[in-house]
């Protein structure tokens, strides 16, 4: 977010109108060119005043706010602590020294100087405003907060003390106040372009992303030339998945200024999520050949590395950053990726483990009295909570791990979310199920707990000794009779697709595909020998169309929970999904699923094979290249008619 900071303009100095001569008229006619823009005059006619007298304290002051103007912070506070040295007592002059100080970062030194002008004059509003920004700028946001209102009592149209005012309260989560503050700032100052990229910031915070997007626009329009606003816009676009536009908007802020590394690393990553990997590289490579220490790039190049297949080269630019930075959590967060995608689990797991630690995952770690559970203590009469902490998919894959946890004789609750209660009731070993929450019921009694993906490092688990790979959750009876009543006779195969993920998955892009292009590989180029089910609950807009035409069997809200979908699985013969939950639930039905994966797929299914150690009746189809579905839906389809046309049966695990 930008700051505008209230430095002070030069003023006519009290102590030159009352004192004629030759010093006199060359201290007039030099402010009066600064006052008008003309620096290189300026200083000319204030270095002439000091030539006649070195130590002339409205010179040195004034050459030294020029130096500020001039971006020269070591010279004007040098010069203005040299013209404080005649008049102690100068508050403006002060608040100069403190602009100067805070632009050498030197904030604590900033401070000490914005108070003692206030000292000298209770009543200097850019004193009170310029003390904020210290205070700001060494953590102390409520100080800064106070600061700026006191500016605001005695100068109430102060559209610095708002801005400032209003980014503060940003900081401290105080949206509302904050989008407040950022618009009486904008009715002082409606073509402030700083102003509207705050005003858009703000929004983003606020989840407004369309309104956020037009302010960023109108500092665009109000600006061309600010790189600042390009690049905010950018940010927008890209949060909105418009990543081309975003691209564009990257690529002018970057003509404004060639050099600046956030707007190269932002390009990159949009460019990434474009999945057009190479210039990615390319902007990172050239980032790291500027600076190797620049971790963002180091952290991205390593990301692409990996989804491009190349994991000994992501994981040795995760080495090369871990061993400059140990407690670099996206480091390990990306090696332990890597690692466990080149399906070297000994390492891979216990890396895992620095997940809690990344911002942005939106992976929150619990807090317990209770210690984790890391495999070494016995278990022979404890009572162990197990809670899920992902996505529905993942709680689905690592429940498994409850049947082993009951052989080693714990007694085993299982807290997952409310949705998938009631297809868990049958998990075998486990003694209790409860809904998920911030905090375990008030007078539960467990001894130790385990989040469900650290069970795997807790069981030093292998490809080779993961438990379970077979079937391991069982559909409502009920539920199953149900919709055998509802599907009726089977006069054919039946093949349930899923071709959508979440839209809040990050990777939602990349994973899933439109059920047009679907349809047309299979419903359309296959014989009349298989019955279509849609396995999804919604059906995205840009996918209704194609639903209505396809006579594919669709049953929306007849779906009213994931036991209607576990029964309706279980009556397939086959079940063809996307990387979604409803894959993990199929596999975990030991139900013959055939799962299609991007080109960078996620870590569980590893590289380079067909096969799943996960789930025994999975088959992978993965993308040879990014981004192309057509061959995978080719294989799908030429499998497909190698599959007999007898035999299935309800509880049939596959082909």
Known sequence: MTT????????????????????????????????????????????????????????????????????????????IAHALEKAPKHAPAWNHRGVALKELKRFKDALDCYEQALLIDPNFSQAHCNKGVALKALGRLESAVACYEQALLLQSDYPEALSNRGNALHQLGRLGEALDSIDAALALRPQASDLHINRGIILQSLGLENEALASFERAVELAPGQAQAHFNRGNALRAMRRFDEAVHSYKLALTLEPDSAPISINLGVA?????????????????????????????????????????????????????????????????????????????????YEWRWRVEGLGIAQRSFVQPQWFGQEALAGKTILLHAEQGLGDTLQFCRYATPLHRLGA???????????????????????????????????????????????????????????????????????????????RTKPRIGLVWRGSTLHKNDGNRSLA?????????????????????????????????????????????????????????????????????????????????????????????????SPWYASARLYRQERDCQWDPVLRRVQHDLLQMPLHGSQDSSSGP
């Open 4 to 79: 505008n900071l209230s430095q002070g303009s030069p003023q006519m100095p009290a102590s030159v109108s009352g004192r004629p001569g030759p010093i006199a008229s060359l201290l007039h006619s030099a402010l009066s060119v600064h006052l008008q823009g003309h620096m290189t005059q300026a200083r000319t006619g204030y270095e002439q005043v000091l030539a006649l007298e070195p130590c002339n304290f409205d010179a040195l002051h004034l050459l030294g706010v020029l130096a500020l103007q001039q971006r020269d912070p070591a010279l004007a506070e040098r010069l």
């Open 271 to 351: 460019l990434q999520a474009m999945r057009r990997t190479s210039e990615a590289l390319e902007i990172f490579d050239r980032l790291i050949a500027l600076d190797p220490k620049n971790n963002q790039a180091c952290v991205n190049r390593a990301v692409i590395l990996q989804e491009s297949h190349r994991l000994q080269e992501a994981i040795a630019q995760c080495d090369q950053l871990i061993e400059r930075l140990p407690d670099l959590a996206p480091a390990h967060w990306n090696k332990a990726i890597a690692l466990l995608l080149s399906g070297n689990f000994d390492r891979g797991w216990p890396a």
């Open 411 to 489: 007694r085993v609750l299982v807290q997952a979310p409310a949705a998938l209660l009631p297809l868990l009731q049958g998990l075998p070993g486990v003694d209790q199920l409860l809904a998920d929450g911030q905090d375990a019921p008030a007078g539960l009694q467990f001894d130790l707990h385990c989040p469900m993906l650290s069970l795997p490092l807790a069981f030093r688990t292998r490809p080779d000794t993961i438990p379970s790979p077979g079937r391991y959750l069982e559909p409502s009876v009920a539920k199953l009779q149900s919709w055998r009543g509802r599907l009726g006779p």
């Open 515 to 611: 059920l047009a292009q679907l349809l047309a590989e299979l419903l359309a180029q296959l014989p009349e020998r298989f019955d279509f089910y849609s396995l999804q609950k919604e059906i995205r807009s840009d996918d209704s169309q194609a639903l209505l035409t396809s006579g594919l069997k669709h049953f929306g809200d007849l779906l009213q929970d994931w036991a209607d979908t576990a029964a309706l699985c279980d009556l397939m013969d086959l079940v063809i999904s996307v990387d979604t939950a409803v894959a993990h639930l199929a596999g975990a039905l030991g139900k013959a699923t055939w799962i299609l994966l991007p080109y960078a797929p996620d870590w569980r299914w590893m590289l380079g094979r067909s096969d």
